[in-house]
């Protein structure tokens, strides 16, 4: 007979709060740990995690790459990535648990002296073989270092109470094929459980926050459809250009770089079902789900539905900037979107009939990423002479990023005359609210692969159903070459034909 569990007390919101574990020993290696992300965003997510007590007692981080390098000279380097957080004694204590060792990833003897470190340094960290082993080298070569992790018997730990973890970082292939390319070639050493995909927008408060908003909150529910919602916005702009980044941004572009991860995990946040429960599974079932039923636009239904631009010479902030073929490492005659902006219809019960349209670009006019959600007009209008489609529809808006937040436009009666009205918002501000800015979404994530959480992650089969929409557009756009690039002054909005493509269905962008 099945016993019901039974539960002692109920356990307060508050206490919830101060529930988050803290995860067991473990050792940490980055491979690709002289990079720029190592000391841009992973060691001051993990020193973060010091700070906030959340890191375990005993770990260590163990820097791998290329570069020759010693222990001291990378612990300078990590110093540096830390700036000012902390008092001098927290820094001087993180610093002495990263470690560095030099070694080419495609020689077996790398491995070989990597194992014997790792057991050294598990006896002194007491780690008793938990590892995370952090991919953040370029993509190319995430396949020949997993493969000498297998050869060399990295993907089982030895230990009692033992794990190990890889972590990889974005781009997850190119395309469908090499995406599942890759997908098998990391399964033929570790086990799904093991393998965490990086999509750090997941990992990001705010677009955690949409579940909340969503499932812990009764009131929006029964109007998250295609009743009572009109459209849904994705706009993720960027204020900066291509960086120090050509050699993978030419080859790779917008939709590659913005959409296959971040935009369409944040579309599959906003149009899920509601899941069985809060656990990694039943959320990626139903983020896949959501996958599954996007409409896939073929031939010319793509031109009709996409829009593709590249950035040229402009002003950001009153300084002048150079269109995206005259940057360092762009090829001069360069067809990479740096703008993409698309129509998306997912054709289930909840959304049919409902646009979600993305965009994403460089060298906008400001850092911001946001969900409109536009909700319909009032069916038919009381207020005579104003027509139904006269009187503003309620906007709900998600603001990721910068000042993250939630508000709510909606009609109020405006002091006048009797039928004078306009609108109002009503608007939840995140730093505000809870007196802290929202923490870097890395430590996050890097928490959860410590406490093995997979439910930030991408999954194989969500990502599966990405490429297999971007695939076509990708090809269609490489078939057509420079024709349909349109060109959008740095400082825009994007060209003139992202305006089009809502103008034609009788909307426009929405953007805050
Ligand atoms: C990365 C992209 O994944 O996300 C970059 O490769 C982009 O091109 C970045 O600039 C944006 O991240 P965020 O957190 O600054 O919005």
């Known amino acids: 007979m099945p016993t019901t569990p039974v539960v002692s007390r109920v356990i307060t919101k508050e206490e919830l709060c101060l529930m988050e ?27 973060s995690l010091v700070l906030e007590k959340v890191l375990p007692k005993q770990y260590y981080i163990l820097g791998l790459a290329r570069t020759a390098m010693s222990d001291a000279e990378f612990q300078a380097k990590a110093r ?6 902390g008092t001098p004694a927290q820094r001087d204590e993180f610093i002495r648990h990263c470690l560095y060792m030099a070694g080419d990833y495609q020689d077996i003897k790398t491995y070989m002296t990597l194992k014997q470190k790792l057991a050294g340094l598990d006896q002194v960290y007491e780690t008793q073989g938990r590892h995370i082993l952090y991919l953040s080298t370029p993509p190319s070569l995430y396949e020949s270092i997993v ?30 094929a090499t995406a599942e390319h890759l997908n098998q070639s990391l399964h033929k050493v570790f086990r799904e459980k093991q ?18 908003f969503r499932f812990a909150n009764a009131i929006y529910e029964p109007v998250w459809n295609q009743k009572y919602i009109d459209q849904v916005q994705i706009t993720a702009a960027e204020s900066v250009g291509v960086e120090h980044r050509a050699g993978y941004y030419d080859q790779s572009g917008a939709l590659r770089d913005m959409f296959q991860n971040h935009l369409f995990q944040l579309m599959s946040l906003i149009a899920m079902e509601p899941p069985s429960s809060f656990s990694a599974d039943a959320v990626r079932d139903e983020k896949t789900k959501v996958m599954a039923s996007l409409c896939f636009p073929q031939g010319q239904q793509i031109d009709e539905a996409t829009v593709r631009g590249q950035y040229e010479a402009g002003a950001i902030d009153d300084e002048v900037v150079p269109g995206y073929r005259k940057e360092d490492g762009v090829r001069a005659d360069s067809t990479t ?6 129509r998306v219809n997912i054709d289930n019960w909840r959304w049919h009939g409902v646009p979600f349209y993305l965009r994403s670009g460089k060298r906008m006019p400001k850092r911001v990423t946001e969900i409109t959600v536009q909700f319909k007009h009032v069916p038919s209008s009381i207020f005579r002479p104003l027509m139904a489609e006269q009187i503003s529809a309620n906007v709900l808006n998600f603001r990721i990023q910068p000042n993250e937040g939630i508000s709510l436009q909606f009609e109020a009666k405006h002091p006048g005359p009797k039928l004078c009205m306009s609108s109002v918002t009503m608007h939840f501000d995140y730093e505000e609210a809870f007196g802290i800015k929202p923490p870097e979404a890395y430590a996050r994530l890097f928490q959860d692969v410590m406490l093995g959480d997979q439910t930030l992650f991408s999954r194989q089969d969500w990502l599966s159903h990405s490429w297999t929409f971007l695939d076509p557009i990708i090809e269609r756009w490489a078939e057509q070459k420079g024709k349909g690039l349109a060109f959008y002054p740095a400082g825009s909005w994007g060209p003139r034909e992202a305006d089009e493509l809502l103008q034609k269905d009788g909307r426009q962008w929405l953007t805050t």
């Open 21 to 47: 574990q803290v995860p067991s020993s473990c050792g940490i290696v980055i491979f690709g740990a002289s990079g720029d992300l190592t000391h841009r965003k992973l060691l001051p997510s993990l020193y």
């Open 147 to 176: 493969q000498q992790l297998g050869s060399s018997g990295f993907a089982e730990s030895r230990g009692e109470g033992g794990w190990v973890r890889l972590v990889v970082e974005k781009p997850f292939g190119s395309s469908l």
């Open 195 to 212: 393998i965490y995909r990086i999509d750090h927008y997941l990992g990001k408060e705010t677009v955690q926050n949409i579940l909340m």
């Open 337 to 342: 979107e740096t703008f993409a902006a698309l």
């Open 80 to 85: 540096e990535s830390l700036g000012s957080a």
